[in-house]
């Protein structure tokens, strides 16, 4: 048994660690959180840049998540189930604001305030940014922030997260061939827009 | 412009096609199509870029959730915490002793545990009181020679995912006889039976 405590072997598998959790193991269940917690932090915020509402995402993904456990069929399953979940959480917020925006702003000032937006978020005012950042990295961030919310989402799991593009066609309810095409326009109005940052 | 489209350069050539090849030498038509050379040299910029954003946001310390929202999680966890049903473990005039299947669960893992290579799963248990057990159905454990007394039995049914490469049988009467020994051990209710279905090899 060595020193890793009653009943947990060293390192078990996700999967079973997944089964327990869906047996209402506790401990189980927290190891899931620490292992997830930050990945969806770091999906969320991307997609926000929001510290706070990152962290309800957070939070609110990871409670689902342990209410819906029992009725995962595979526990393989889980890390693409949990990437859903955060994913569509975001683009649901990113809905409501914009149609709250919508509500609240003349469609005369849209445009100036959409500008506004692009630099309201640039690299500056970026609580992420770093010193040691590149210009690259203050570009791409600034031209991520422009994307339209499921393009953003998309690029983000492919080249942030890794996940397949099987994943991400479920999440964003399109065919991988879709994804395909969805992630090389991201990379070419990324690389455009970062040509013209400088 | 349908969805699966792929934004094709000046040349004819598709961003996907440039994307994917920008780590080797450029191709005798690269070398001479400005487009190709414009959109090479921007996307080994995206690519250098994404790397270096996915490495600083991945140690970055600003970019986590502060501890209070692990808390938040756990504590809903915890008060909406499944443990299962009772099993009443013993009745008396002085007081009743009852045992969460969760708890049951926890005593078999710890067992699990100590046979290598296997990882419990998920795992169900239930009580066979002897007095609702019709006369005779217990007829085939008896001439087995285990659990033959005439007191409750608990019912185990265990997944587990097995490491590859150990020898599925043996190692499954192991993990049985550890639990029939822990289980009594524990809570004074022998296993009358331990079903095993692993489901899964792990680490493949």
């Known amino acids: 048994m060595g020193d890793h405590g009653p009943g947990f072997e060293p390192d078990p598998d996700e999967g079973s660690i997944v089964a327990r959790a869906q047996d209402g193991d506790l401990a189980a269940f927290e190891h899931l959180v620490l292992t997830y917690q930050y990945r969806l932090f770091r999906l969320a915020y991307r997609m926000l840049n929001d510290h706070g509402e990152a962290e309800d995402i957070v939070q609110e993904t990871l409670t689902t998540s342990w209410r819906g456990l029992p009725m995962l069929a595979d526990v393989d399953a889980f890390g693409g189930w949990i990437y859903r979940l955060a994913t569509n959480k975001c683009l649901d917020l990113l809905r409501r604001r914009s149609a709250h925006a919508e509500n609240c702003i003349r469609p005369e000032d849209m445009d100036t305030i959409a500008q506004a937006g692009v630099l309201a978020v640039s690299a500056i005012s970026d609580p992420a940014h770093e010193a040691e950042w590149s210009a690259e990295q203050d570009g791409l961030t600034a031209v991520l922030n422009t994307l339209p919310p499921a393009q953003r989402a998309c690029w983000l799991l492919r080249e942030m997260h890794g996940r397949s593009y099987a994943e991400i066609g479920v999440t964003l309810k399109i065919s991988p061939t879709a994804v395909r095409g969805t992630l090389a326009r991201a990379r070419h109005q990324i690389a455009e827009g970062m040509s013209q940052w400088r | 412009m349908a969805l699966d489209d792929i934004p094709r350069l000046g040349c004819g050539r598709s961003i996907d096609r440039i994307w994917a090849t920008t780590d080797r030498p450029p191709t005798a038509h690269e070398e ?7 959109a090479r040299t921007r996307l080994q910029g ?11 946001d991945l140690h970055n310390p600003a970019l986590k959730p502060r ?4 808390n938040a999680i756990m504590g809903v966890a915890r008060a909406e915490v499944r443990r299962g049903s009772k099993i009443l473990l013993r009745s008396a005039d002085n007081g009743t002793t ?38 005779g159905e217990d007829h085939a454990s008896a001439t087995t020679g285990t659990a033959t007394t005439a ?3 608990l019912i185990v049914n265990l997944r587990v995912a097995a490491a590859p490469g150990i020898v599925i049988p043996r190692t499954m009467e192991s993990l049985r006889r550890e639990i029939s020994n822990a289980l009594p051990a524990g809570v004074g209710i022998g296993a009358g039976t331990v079903n ?7 680490d493949v």
């Open chain 2, 46 to 56: 995206l690519r250098e870029a994404t790397r270096l954003l996915r490495e600083s």
């Open chain 2, 67 to 70: 501890p209070a929202i692990k």
């Open chain 2, 98 to 135: 009852e045992i969460t299947e969760q708890a049951l669960r926890s005593l078999i893992r710890f067992a699990a545990a100590a046979i290598p290579g296997v990882h419990s799963r998920r795992c169900r248990v239930e009580i066979r009181s002897a007095a609702a057990s019709p006369a």
């Open chain 2, 196 to 202: 095993i279905t692993v489901e899964d090899l792990y």
């Open chain 2, 151 to 153: 007191g409750p039995r």
């Open chain 2, 32 to 38: 001479h199509c400005e487009h190709c050379q414009t």
